[in-house]
């Protein structure tokens, strides 16, 4: 596991803590509808104020494209962290600038500040060394716990450690725990299943998975690239053509390590992309037609394979799981490995909100805070998040 600092490292007591968190939360309105990043956070925030420092806390939201977006405002996570915290959290209009730091002058030992969407200033996502110094302006130290955001190349990510004595969080340190487990003497027989929509997504993935796993279970729109690619009719199916030879190629090389590649064998079918469409199953999918979720014959003889295998690791969903009519093969996937032996973690995302969707978050190992994060760390071992902590020795 990559060595770098954690919170036991920096001098907390009387410090004034930078702290970049992912509270990049779904909203309706001003309703956070899933908070679970935000309390994935809560021990690292309640760790630093029990400390005696002052947390100064900072976050993008959404896509505001550098433009300040009232919808995105960072104002309702701050009301809602307040509730949590059961503590007064003081919010700031801006992210850095004299008003700012005013608020942080008088912010009290173990006070806690919410500054504005980070995205609202566009030298955040350029990566701005001026932006991130001004952000490492206001305080005496920078911890890390957004996990989600470590693969950005961001200001707030990469910039800042470059200027303070840093640290990663509590969740960061979770969740390097978990994924180092995928990576160095994991039990075996060891099993990844894939979905989403895209082949290119998952191409650095699947080859790195490629030479750790026993079994790669494909499913999802990808899973009909890879079908496709190897003469079997898929009706309307979603295929990237442009990647039919790269499917080959990626079944050729798993074939080569000795990895077990199971495709679906049968399919929730409809003759359109709508959540009313009307769902039927077939084996071989009829010709206009579209599969939009795995059927019972592939769940049960996938879920044969699980019971076998001593770690899991779950990625995408295996259909259209927001849509009631095509969830059935996400949610049946979901309770075998809820309810199954092996060490089990969902990598985040899409599949990570099915899971909370169905109710059976709290059976698995571990559910990764962030989709892209996960797989990047797990392609690459690394992250420039990471490696920016690591960069910094103090």
Known sequence: MIKIKTLGDLRLEGATVLCRVDFNVPL???????????????PTIQHLRDAGARVILMSHLGRPRG???????????????????DAEVVFAHDTVGDGVAELVRELPDK??????????????????DDFARALASLATCYVNDAFGAMHRKHASITGVPKHLPSAAGLLVQAEL?????LLSKTDRPFGAILGGAKVSDKIGVIDSLSKRVNHLFVGGAMA??????????VGASRVEDDK????NELLATCAERGVEVHLPIDHIVADRFAEDAEPSTHEAIPEGTMGLDVGPKTVAAWSEEFRTCKTL?????????????FAGGTRSVAEVLASGKAW??????DSAAAVAKFGLGERMDHISTGGGASLEYLENGSLVGLNALRRKSR
Do not use: C
């Open 28 to 42: 309706d309105g001003t309703t956070i509808t899933d908070d679970t990043r935000i309390r994935a956070a809560l």
């Open 67 to 85: 433009q300040r977006v009232a919808k995105l405002s960072m104002l309702p996570v701050a009301a809602h962290l307040a509730g949590l915290l």
């Open 111 to 128: 006070g806690v500040l919410v500054l504005e969407n980070l995205r609202f200033d566009p030298r955040e996502k350029s990566g701005n």
């Open 177 to 181: 725990e978990s994924l180092s487990k």
């Open 224 to 233: 009909y690239t890879f079908l496709a690619a190897k003469g079997e009719d």
């Open 244 to 247: 039919l030879d790269l499917a």
């Open 313 to 325: 690791f779950w990625n995408g969903p295996l259909g259209v799981f927001e849509w009631d009519a």
């Open 344 to 349: 089990t973690l969902v990598g985040g995302g």
